[in-house]
């Protein structure tokens, strides 16, 4: 089962009392991470190395940023094989689609739950 980091993130943590901050980050989250999902797919499919390699380097850093240590290790790991020639295997990209996946469900929680608390301060 694929469970998501955001929610033990200390760096979303770090921005717990800033509201907007952290929903700048959840949403910039969201959208690289569906981007490096269409981009590792179809990079997958084109068998092409230089897209596989570089959307990683992406998720590896998003992931970093975001201190989602099990998503960085595996970006990192198939990252390295993209880099010397090797397209990782469509079960290990599946999981780091899963994990990407789960944790943009996570964030979209979360922003929901901000809005809310926003929308009950300004009642």
């Known amino acids: 089962m694929t469970e998501e980091e955001l929610s033990a993130s200390t760096a979303l943590a770090a921005f717990a009392d800033d509201h907007d901050v952290l929903t700048d980050l959840l949403r910039l989250m969201t959208e690289e991470f569906e981007k490096a999902s269409d981009d590792l797919i179809q ?9 596989i390699f570089k959307t990683l380097h992406i998720v590896r850093g998003t992931a970093l940023d975001l201190a989602l240590p099990n998503l960085a290790r595996i970006s990192k790991n198939n990252e390295k094989k993209a880099q010397n020639g090797i397209v990782p295997d469509s079960t290990t990209l599946q ?5 990407m996946s789960v944790n943009m469900h996570q964030a979209k929680r979360i922003l929901e739950s901000l809005e809310n608390q926003k929308n009950r301060k300004a009642e």
């Open 43 to 51: 990079g997958f499919s084109d068998r092409n190395l230089v897209k």
């Open 95 to 99: 999981e780091i689609l899963n994990l």
